[in-house]
């Protein structure tokens, strides 16, 4: 009876316990009826939650208990700032009681029957390797090989530390290409055309995350637009964009988006535009060229997921130089700068403000507006350009560039100072970032 009795009573007791899990219902939630074992017509209800047991795990040895038969939990005592709060603790003592007597029903299982007890928390056996069956189709053989699992290498802070950038660099080009040809012999008749545009942009910024009180930005940018001209008999292209541009930024942090600034820009063409079917030189290197320094306030914000961008540099102060090499060849009037002078100086204000906005990952446009007055004329160019991606490399590209000087010679009654110039293209593309 006594070798009986060391079985019987973790075999109740396991019985018992999967009673009291199984058949305790968890607390039914309003307008749900109560589970009722002896009722079948409860059973259409989705709300029987069966609770896992940790009574039911194969019995380890861990470390020796010190249970009495008697189950007392203490009681559980909150913190001063949370009595405050008057928080229902019932939950917690039912946690407890709960989680107590299931290890006091797998100790006295431990203790009345050790030979259920195979293995202890030292010594457990070796888990079964993961295996794998791998196919060679040349040899028709399919192997079975274990999977084993690569250990990840702590790394410490120590081994690899954090490397700090001072200046953080961006770089975006892309190449444009429109083409068109007629046959000779087409109804319509129509010229050949092959358009080419390049556009380079680098861009230097010192990285406010080390630096926060300064801002100081770096940015070179060339646009080379060419053309072919079947109807110009001395050259077989034409330029119709060539611009080289430097721009420096500085600035000290006066509030969380404003900085005292000084802004610096370069302007000019570099290579040699004639008019068509003549020796007639249009423009040249530094025919024009502008160059503008202005000292004044830089706001500059950034929506929080980065899609929008917005830069605003006023210059109350600001000197602004306009350049004709070529004077002779080139009259210097249609630039700003009177006859028989290379350059023209001014001092008056000036404006610059650019807005990036990001519609989504394959659409976006990119505005740039400058402006300058002596308070004897204005000029403003204002460029606007719509990005569509196809994909990382691919993309089609309309530029708009509006531009007003009412310091320059008027050519059509119709526009007056107003210039205008629109490109529509489609090419290759990339952007990338370098620190």
Excluded at 225 to 234: A, H, R, T, V
Excluded at 411 to 424: G, T, Y
Aim: charged share 20%.
């Amino acid at each position: 009876m006594k070798f009986l009795s060391r079985f019987t009573f973790p075999f109740f007791a396991c019985l018992f316990c999967s009673f009291a899990t199984f058949a305790v219902p968890a607390e039914p939630s309003k307008g749900v009826p109560s589970v009722k074992l002896d009722d079948w017509r409860t059973l259409n209800y989705d709300t029987i939650e069966v609770k896992p047991s940790f009574i039911f795990i194969p019995l380890i040895f861990d470390k020796q208990e010190n249970l009495v038969d008697r189950i007392s939990v203490p009681p559980f005592k909150p913190k001063a700032a949370v009595k405050q709060l008057s928080v229902n603790d019932q939950w917690l003592r039912d946690a407890q009681k709960a989680n107590l007597r299931e290890r006091y029903i797998r100790y006295r299982a431990m203790i009345e029957a050790p030979q259920l007890v195979h293995y202890t928390a030292s010594a457990l056996p070796k888990a079964p390797s993961l295996n794998f069956i791998a196919a060679d189709p040349r040899k028709s053989l399919l192997t079975i090989d274990e999977l084993h699992s690569k250990k990840k290498a702590v790394i410490s802070p120590e081994d690899n530390p954090i490397r700090t950038h001072n200046w953080l660099h961006e770089f975006a080009w892309s190449l444009q290409m429109s083409q068109a040809y007629v046959s000779k012999s087409w109804y319509q008749g129509g010229n050949n055309n092959l358009n080419f545009l390049g556009d380079f942009l680098w861009t230097v910024a010192l990285n406010q995350n080390i630096h926060p009180k300064l801002l100081f930005e770096n940015t070179v940018q060339y646009k080379l637009n060419i053309s072919s001209n079947p109807q110009d008999s001395l050259r077989d292209y034409s330029i119709s964009e060539d611009l080289f541009k430097v721009t420096t930024k500085f600035g000290l942090k006066a509030t969380k988006t404003w900085y005292y600034s000084a802004v610096l820009q370069f302007k000019s063409q570099l290579l040699n535009n004639y008019t068509a079917n003549t020796n007639n030189l249009q423009a040249s290197f530094l025919t024009p060229g502008e160059l503008n320094l202005g000292l004044g306030m830089t706001y500059n914000t950034k929506s929080k997921d980065g899609n929008r961008q917005f830069d605003l540099s006023m210059s109350p102060l600001s000197y602004n130089m306009k350049i004709c090499r070529e004077n002779t060849r080139v009259d210097p009037t249609s630039m700003g700068v009177s006859a028989g002078n290379h350059t023209a100086h001014q001092i008056g204000s000036s404006l610059e403000a650019k807005y990036n906005w990001k519609f989504n990952p394959s659409i976006s446009w990119s505005s740039h507006l400058t402006a300058f007055t002596n308070y004897k004329y204005f000029q403003t160019d204002w460029e606007n350009t719509f990005n569509f991606s196809v994909n990382k490399f691919l993309s089609t590209m309309i530029y708009i560039h509006s531009r007003y000087d009412s310091s320059s010679t008027i050519v059509d009654k119709n526009w007056k100072h107003w210039q205008l110039k629109e490109i529509l293209s489609f090419g290759l593309s990339y952007k990338f970032s370098m620190k």
